[in-house]
C-alpha cells in the first residue's frame, strides 16, 4: 500500500510564504514524477506544478516565478516553496505521484489535501 502524506499548510498573510511536504510511503519501487495540484471552493482542481525523475520543473502560468518545486529522492518527498502569495492562492492543495509498486506498471496516487488560506 503506498500513502502520500502532505504538510504544511496553514493560514498565511498576502506577501507572505509558506513551503508545503508531502512523503510518499509504502511499497515503492520508484517514482516518476510528482507534483501539485489545488482545488478553490467553487472550482476544479488545477496543475501547480511538477518536478520529474530527469530533474525537470514545471509550473503553471499563474505560480511561475513565485513557487519553486523541489524533490528530496532518498525521502521520496516533494517540496512546494509559495511566496508572495495571494488571496487567489487560498485552495486545498494536494500532491500527487507517479511511481511504481512493481517494474512494469504505474499508477497516480494522490494525497489527502492540506489547506492554504492566504488572508488579505
Known amino acids: 500500500q503506498v500513502q502520500l502524506v502532505e504538510s504544511g499548510g496553514g493560514l498565511v498573510q498576502a506577501g507572505g510564504s509558506l513551503t508545503l511536504s508531502c512523503a510518499a510511503s509504502?511499497?515503492?519501487?520508484?517514482?516518476?514524477?510528482m507534483g501539485w495540484y489545488r482545488q478553490a471552493p467553487g472550482k476544479q482542481r488545477e496543475f501547480i506544478a511538477r518536478?520529474?525523475?530527469?530533474?525537470?520543473?514545471y509550473y503553471a502560468d499563474s505560480v511561475k516565478g513565485r513557487f519553486t518545486i523541489s524533490r528530496d529522492n532518498a525521502k521520496n518527498t516533494v517540496y512546494l516553496r509559495m511566496g508572495s502569495l495571494k488571496s487567489e492562492d487560498t485552495a486545498v492543495y494536494y500532491c500527487?505521484?507517479?511511481?511504481?509498486?512493481?517494474?512494469?506498471?504505474?499508477?497516480?496516487?494522490w494525497g489527502q489535501g492540506t489547506q492554504v488560506t492566504v488572508s488579505s
Open positions: 500527487n505521484a507517479d511511481l511504481r509498486t512493481i517494474p512494469t506498471i504505474i499508477d497516480t496516487y
Open positions: 518536478s520529474t525523475s530527469t530533474g525537470g520543473s
Open positions: 509504502g511499497s515503492i519501487f520508484s517514482i516518476d514524477s
